[in-house]
C-alpha cells in the first residue's frame, strides 16, 4: 500500500490552496483504504494506520487535522479491540493536541472525558483521576455552567473514595456542592455580559453518548430520530461569516463566549412538547418562517449546531432555526463511514420535514443543505414529491431550498430534481469551480462530477436556479463558501425574503452555456453592499414591507448615510418588483 500518494484525496495541508490542487490529482486513496479496513479488521487497520502517521510526520508541513483524525481512529480501534490502557494514552494525548492547535474545534474537555474512563476500565484509577482533574480544570478556564462543573467534581469523589482517599473525596464533595453557587445570579461579575444567545430548535438521528456535556452529548453512532433545543451563544465581537474559536495565536486555550461561537447547551425535548413549544414561537405572528440547516460531511453535532445559529445570526433571521443532524462521523478519514449512513439520514428526515410541515405553525420553511448533506436532502424531497404524486400544479409544499456545493452525483441530481421540482417556490444551487473537496471526491466517484462544481462544470436547468459562486470561498478547500462569506449570506437573505429569481438579485451576472441552453448565473464579488444589504433587509422585515415605497421609508429611518440610501434604492426596487417569469413557481 503506498500511503504518500494516498494522502490526495483527505490529506488538507497547511500550505494552502496552492497545494491542494496538486495533491487532488494524485492517485490511490490510501486513507479511504484505511478507513475500509478499520470497519472490516481493525487489528490489520493499526499498522496501516502506523505507517500513514509515520509518512504524514515527514512532511514539512504536515496537516494537523489528518494527524488528529488518524491517530483518534488509531485510539478508538484500540479502545474497541479491549486494549483501554494504550487507547486511554492515545486520548490523553489527544487532548494535549487540542490545546495546542485551538483552531482543529476539537475539545479536549471530551477526550479527557474518554481517556479517564478508558484508565478506569483499565484499572489505573489514578490515572483516570489524573485526566478527570485536568478536565475539570479546563472547564473551569472556559466558563462551562456550573452543572458540568460540579458533574466533573463529583465524579473525582467518586475515584477518590475508590483509591481509598477520604481527604481528597471530601475535598471534591464540597467542591461539587459549592459550583452551583458559582453559577448563581450575582455571583460572577457580567457572567453573560459580551454575548447573545441563538435559540436552536433541532432534530438528529446521532445516537447519545451518556456525556451530559453539551459538546459530546450526541456521537457519531446511528440512534433514533430525537428532537430538542440547543443554545449557542455569539460573542458581540462576532465578524459576519466567522465561527470565532480559540486561537493559540492570541494565547486563547479555551472557548469563552464573549469571543468564541459556542454550544452552551442541549436538552432533549418529547415530540409534542417540541411542537408545543414551536407553535409558540408563532403565535403572537412575529415570527412565520422556519429555517432548516443539514451539514455535511466531517461534521460533529457541536459543530453543526454552532454553524446552523451562525447562519441564523448573520441573516438576521427573523424566523426559526432548526438543525438537522445526522451521524456523521466528523473526521476527515469518515469520507466512507459517512455515505454509508447518509442514505437511511434522508428517509428520516423526510418523516421530520412531514411533521414540521403539519405540527410547527411555520407558514413557510425554508432548508439550507450543504456538501453530503444534500445527498439526504434529495433523497427526502423525493420520497416526499413520490408519495404525492406531485406535479407543478400542485401548490408547493415549502418556500426556498438551497442546495450548497452539493457532494452528489450530478447526473442523479439532475434527474431527481426533475422530480422534486414542485416542492418548492424555488429551488437554487450553489456551485463553485474552486471547490477543493469536490475535486476530491469526484476522484474518489471514479471522475463522475458533483453537483457542486461550478465553472464549465455548473449544471444548467430549467427546474433549479444554478448560481456559480467560484469568486466566494476563502476557507482553504473554497467548499464552506455559502456560510463564511457575507456576500453569499446576503443572497440568501434576499432570496428568502422576496423568493427574488436570479435576475433581480444584487451581483448575479447571466452566463449563457449555449443558444438553447437554460441559462446560468455567475455571482461577480464587490458589486453589492452585502453586509449593509443584510442589516437592511433585516428591518424591512421587521418592520413587514410589502412595497417598495414602504422600503425607501424604512431605509430613510434606518440608514443615515446619503450614499449608502443611494445605492441600496436601486437594488430594493429591483428585488421588490412583481414577479414576470414564465414558468416559474410563484
Known amino acids: 500500500m503506498k500511503f504518500l500518494s ?31 479496513l478499520a470497519e472490516e479488521d481493525p487489528e490489520a487497520a493499526l499498522p496501516a494506520i502506523d505507517a500513514a502517521l509515520a509518512q504524514l510526520r515527514a512532511q514539512p508541513a504536515p496537516d494537523p487535522q489528518t494527524l488528529f483524525d488518524l491517530v483518534h481512529l488509531k485510539a478508538s480501534l484500540l479502545a474497541g479491540l479491549g486494549r483501554a490502557g494504550p487507547a486511554a494514552g492515545l486520548y490523553a494525548e489527544l487532548a494535549d493536541f487540542a490545546n495546542r492547535s485551538p483552531g482543529l474545534g476539537e475539545d479536549p474537555v471530551q477526550l479527557l472525558a474518554r481517556a479517564a474512563a478508558l484508565f478506569e476500565e483499565a484499572g489505573n484509577l489514578r490515572a483516570a483521576r489524573a485526566q478527570l482533574q485536568r478536565r475539570a480544570g479546563e472547564q473551569a478556564d472556559r466558563n462551562e455552567p456550573p452543572e458540568a462543573l460540579a458533574r466533573s467534581y463529583a465524579e ?24 452551583p453557587d458559582a453559577g448563581a445570579p450575582g455571583a460572577t461579575r457580567g457572567a453573560r455580559e459580551g454575548f447573545v444567545e441563538v435559540e436552536l430548535y433541532y432534530a438528529t438521528d ?172 434529495t433523497d427526502a424531497l423525493e420520497i416526499m414529491a413520490l408519495q404525492r404524486g406531485m406535479t407543478r400544479d400542485d401548490p408547493p409544499l415549502f418556500g426556498q431550498v438551497l442546495f450548497a456545493a452539493p457532494d452528489v452525483d450530478a447526473g442523479l441530481f439532475a434527474r431527481m430534481v426533475r422530480t422534486f421540482r414542485p416542492i418548492a417556490r424555488r429551488l437554487t444551487l450553489y456551485a463553485s469551480e474552486n471547490d477543493w473537496a469536490l475535486v476530491s471526491s469526484r476522484k474518489l466517484h471514479a471522475g463522475a462530477p458533483r453537483a457542486g462544481q461550478g465553472g464549465a462544470d455548473t449544471l444548467a436547468d430549467d427546474n433549479i ?47 449563457s452555456p449555449g443558444a438553447d441552453a437554460p441559462p446560468i448565473w455567475r455571482y461577480q464579488r464587490g458589486r453589492c453592499a452585502t453586509q449593509s444589504l443584510i442589516d437592511v433587509i433585516g428591518h424591512m422585515r421587521q418592520a413587514r414591507v410589502a412595497t417598495y415605497e414602504d422600503a425607501r421609508a424604512v431605509l430613510a429611518r434606518t440608514t443615515d448615510d446619503i450614499a449608502l440610501r443611494h445605492e441600496l434604492e436601486p437594488f430594493l426596487e429591483k428585488l421588490m418588483a412583481p414577479q414576470a417569469i414564465a414558468g416559474s413557481y410563484q
Request: aromatic share 10%; proline share 5%; hydrophobic share 45%.
Open 465 to 511: 436556479d444554478s448560481i456559480d459562486m467560484s469568486e466566494l470561498g476563502d476557507d482553504m478547500l473554497a467548499h464552506t463558501y455559502f456560510a463564511d462569506d457575507s456576500s453569499a449570506l446576503a443572497d440568501m437573505v434576499a432570496l428568502f425574503w422576496q423568493n427574488a429569481p436570479p435576475d433581480r438579485r444584487c451581483g448575479l451576472v447571466r452566463q
Open 206 to 377: 446521532r445516537a447519545r453518548t451518556g456525556d451530559p456535556d453539551p459538546v459530546g452529548y450526541y456521537g457519531a453512532g446511528r440512534g433514533e430520530l430525537e428532537l430538542g433545543v440547543a443554545t449557542v451563544t455569539i460573542p458581540n465581537t462576532h465578524v459576519a461569516g466567522a465561527m470565532e474559536s480559540p486561537s493559540i495565536w492570541r494565547l486563547e486555550f479555551a472557548a469563552s463566549p464573549s469571543k468564541h461561537v459556542v454550544l452552551r447547551s442541549v436538552t432533549p425535548v418529547p415530540a409534542d412538547d417540541f411542537y408545543a413549544r414551536m407553535q409558540g414561537e408563532f403565535a403572537d405572528g412575529a415570527k412565520s418562517e422556519a429555517f432548516v440547516f443539514i451539514h455535511g460531511y466531517n461534521t460533529e453535532f457541536h459543530q453543526a449546531a454552532k454553524r446552523a445559529a451562525q447562519l441564523a445570526f448573520d441573516m438576521n433571521y427573523a424566523g426559526v432555526p432548526i438543525l438537522y443532524s445526522w451521524p456523521s462521523r466528523g473526521s476527515t478519514i469518515g469520507y466512507v463511514a459517512d455515505t454509508a449512513v447518509v442514505r437511511l439520514s434522508g428517509r428520516r428526515l423526510a418523516g421530520f420535514l412531514e411533521d414540521l410541515r403539519t405540527r410547527s405553525g411555520a407558514t413557510t420553511i425554508n432548508i439550507v443543505a450543504h456538501s453530503m448533506g444534500n445527498r439526504a436532502l
Open 156 to 179: 473525582l469523589a467518586r475515584l477518590s473514595d475508590a483509591l481509598g482517599d477520604a481527604d481528597s473525596a471530601g475535598r471534591f464533595r464540597r467542591q461539587a456542592l459549592a459550583a
Open 6 to 36: 494516498g494522502f490526495a484525496i483527505f490529506i488538507f495541508f497547511a500550505a494552502g490552496p496552492g497545494v491542494w490542487r496538486t495533491l487532488a490529482a494524485q492517485d490511490a486513496p490510501a486513507l479511504t483504504e484505511i478507513a475500509f
